[in-house]
């Protein structure tokens, strides 16, 4: 079994009626983090995003991610660079237990108005492992170098 095999899971995917045409998310390189989702509005009906607007935008897909993993909505960088768009809750998170309709929720950063359309690239679909925390309570914490010290704390740069 190859390295890529060992790192692999299946993700079981539900297109929905509304994306009945489209591809489903795919990597778009050998190893590649994410799989791109694409827009799933109504051909004729593109969603305008205004300049400091946001919008959500339906994918068209349901999925079943595994025990122990979630799924992480991440922006796309060529649409950020380019248009000033992102994710507005970013990274979104997927539960393992959701099985509605993935959605983004897009903001336009930039300074003109942009076209979302039916099939386009919208974000990046990232399925990663986590873990639950046994919370424990204690009167105090171990003593580090960095301590108490906040946002910044540890340089300029």
Do not use: C, K, W
């Amino acid at each position: 079994m190859s390295a890529e095999q060992e790192t692999s899971v299946t993700l079981r995917v539900v297109r929905l009626a509304h994306a009945a045409d489209l591809p489903l998310p795919a990597y778009q390189s050998a190893l590649a983090a994410g799989l791109d989702l694409l827009a799933a509005v109504p051909a004729d009906a593109a969603v305008e995003i205004v300049p400091a607007g946001r919008a959500i935008i339906p994918t068209g897909i349901a999925i079943a991610l595994p025990r122990g993993s979630e799924g992480q909505i991440r922006p796309r960088s060529g649409l950020a660079i380019r248009h000033g768009i992102t994710v507005l809750n970013t990274p979104g998170t997927i539960d393992a237990d959701y099985r509605g309709e993935i959605q983004v929720i897009l903001i336009n950063l930039g300074a003109e108005p942009f076209i979302v359309s039916r099939g386009m690239r919208i974000a990046q679909l990232v399925v990663a492992h986590v873990q639950h925390a046994e919370l424990v309570e204690t009167p105090s914490l171990n003593l580090t170098q960095r301590a108490m010290g906040g946002m910044g704390s540890t340089g300029t740069a």
